[in-house]
C-alpha cells in the first residue's frame, strides 16, 4: 500500500513481499533465514525497492509519484486482521493506523 502524509511532499509504502518469490530470492543469494526473519533484511528491502521503482517508471510514473522508502511486512493484509473488507478492499484507514510507526519512522528524514 503505498501512503501520502497530507503534510509531507513524498511517498512511503508498506509492502507484503510474496513468499515464493522471497524464498527464491533467498536460495538464490545462499540465504536460509525464515520469510519473518528475510522481511527485516535490508537487502531485501532494497532489491524489491528496485523493482518497485523500475515497475513504477515503465508505466510512466514521475519521480515523486515513486515511494521513497518502503517497510516489508510478513503479515498479509486480511479481513481476519480487519485490514481489508470481505470484497478484499483495503482499509486504507485501518492499515495506516495498523503500521503508525513503520510510517512514522519511514517519514524521519525524508524531508
Known amino acids: 500500500m503505498i501512503y501520502g502524509h497530507s503534510l509531507k511532499s513524498n511517498l512511503v509504502a508498506i509492502v507484503i513481499p510474496d513468499e515464493l518469490a522471497t524464498a527464491s530470492w533467498a536460495e538464490s543469494k545462499g540465504i536460509s533465514e525464515s520469510y519473518e526473519e528475510l522481511c527485516k533484511r535490508d537487502d531485501l528491502k532494497e532489491e524489491i525497492m528496485k523493482q ?6 515503465a508505466g510512466g510514473l514521475k519521480s515523486f509519484e515513486l515511494a521513497k522508502k ?3 511486512s510478513h503479515d498479509l493484509f486480511a479481513v481476519e486482521n480487519d485490514l481489508t473488507t470481505p470484497t478484499f478492499k483495503l482499509k486504507r484507514h485501518n492499515i495506516a493506523k495498523c503500521y503508525k510507526e513503520q510510517i512514522d519512522s519511514m517519514y524521519v528524514g525524508l524531508d
Do not use: P
Open 52 to 57: 518497485v521503482n523500475e515497475k513504477g517508471r
Open 70 to 72: 518502503i517497510h516489508l
